[in-house]
């Protein structure tokens, strides 16, 4: 079982995807490559994490951060001395740490950022180091010749999640919205699963003449990976957010994990293992419950591991505990990413538990 924790970490650290394989990959540093997709667009990949550069006329963009300093560092020096481009300004296109974990080496280059305003306050809140320039709706960037469109259509794998659009080579760049071909159900830590689908469907009203689709994680491809993350995601659309008085006692406990229940409770080896049991986990923002015939807890790295079982995941607004949502999953990796950014939720496949009509 340690094996399979050992592996869970690093599907954790990526959001879990294969890596794709690419001829014409040119590594940059030990964990950076990048590869193009058209004469003008790369893609820059940091693990399993995507984001892409644009160049045109001498200029360039970069959409996305690698997750630290170092390996953004590295990135915009081969945008800039390598290829000789003049970078002007950096996108970051959602909070999460795989997209703007390497902000303060973009600002540290002088190189100007921009996020949509939703971002900007979640990196507030969360003291993170915020963006330079915020936006509602749509922005656009000119690059060169080029012009390059911001969107932000809807919630999905966060709040804030933006697409960016290249329209001289018909790229689109979806962040963790869009999930590459046969994707895991992903870290649904921060989702609206319920806006998820329809958000999507709206890029695809807008964007679907894409030539190229890149996901924030795994291959690139087509506009199939449009129709993939609708489908995937579309069995929550019918099920409504809706507040549970009745909880509140339980998301209010203390942080970290409480064992409710369990028939049986063994630790070996550093993995404690818990036996039809119900096991209940909080953050600052957000509450899990998790009931499952099987639970393994990585003692010193207090992570958890699920094969089957059932999740509802709940927000703490004030004194207020909202239940986001409900579902029975296969694979569950939950792990405490750090005080800012709370508890990741990774889930393989997941169902809804509870339809309403409404
Ligand atoms: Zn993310």
């Known amino acids: ?7 869970i970490a690093s599907l954790l650290a ?11 990959e040119i590594a940059v540093s030990e964990k950076l490559t990048i590869s193009p997709i058209t004469e003008d667009v790369f893609v820059h990949r940091s693990g399993s994490d995507n984001g892409i550069v644009i160049f045109s006329n001498g200029e ?3 959409v996305s951060t690698p997750a ?3 390996e953004t560092s590295a990135l915009i020096s081969w945008v800039e001395e390598k290829k000789g481009a003049n970078l002007v300004g950096y996108v970051v296109d959602r909070w999460h740490p795989d997209a703007m974990g390497g902000l303060p080496a973009v600002h540290r280059a002088g190189v100007r950022s921009y996020a949509h305003n939703r971002t900007r306050m979640i990196a507030r809140e969360k003291s993170l180091t915020v963006p330079n320039v915020g936006f509602d709706g749509q922005m656009e960037i000119d690059v060169g010749s080029k012009t390059i469109l911001l969107d932000h259509l809807g919630e999905n794998h966060t709040r804030d999640g933006i697409v960016v659009w290249v329209a ?3 790229v689109l760049f979806g962040g963790n919205g869009i999930r590459n071909n046969g994707g895991w159900f992903g870290n649904i830590g921060d989702a609206n699963l319920g806006a998820w689908s329809r958000t999507i469907e709206a890029v695809n009203a807008r964007y679907g003449v894409a030539k190229h689709v890149v ?4 291959a690139p491809g087509g506009t199939e990976l449009l129709n993939y993350t609708i ?7 019918t099920v409504p957010q809706r507040a549970v008085a009745g909880e509140a006692g339980t998301c209010l406990t203390q942080t970290g994990i409480v064992v409710e229940e369990a028939s049986s409770d063994e630790e070996h080896d550093g993995v404690r293992r818990l036996q039809t049991a119900t096991l209940f986990v909080r953050d600052a923002y957000k509450a899990l419950r998790i009931r499952s015939i099987d639970i393994e807890i990585d003692v010193l790295q207090n992570r958890i591991y699920s094969a089957i079982g059932t999740l509802q995941i709940f927000d703490i607004e004030g004194n207020l505990c909202r239940q986001r949502v409900s579902l029975s999953y296969s694979g569950l990796f939950v792990s405490h990413v750090d005080d800012a950014v709370g508890l990741a939720i990774v889930l393989k496949e997941a169902t809804p538990l509870e339809r309403f009509s409404n």
Do not use: E, Q, V, W
């Open 1 to 7: 079982m340690k094996f399979i924790i050992a592996i």
């Open 14 to 24: 990526t959001g879990a995807a294969s890596r794709p394989a690419c001829a014409k």
């Open 60 to 62: 360039a963009l970069i």
């Open 68 to 70: 630290d300093d170092s």
């Open 168 to 170: 001289d080579d018909l």
């Open 215 to 218: 996901p924030g994680h795994g």
């Open 231 to 237: 489908n995937l995601y579309s069995p929550f659309s």
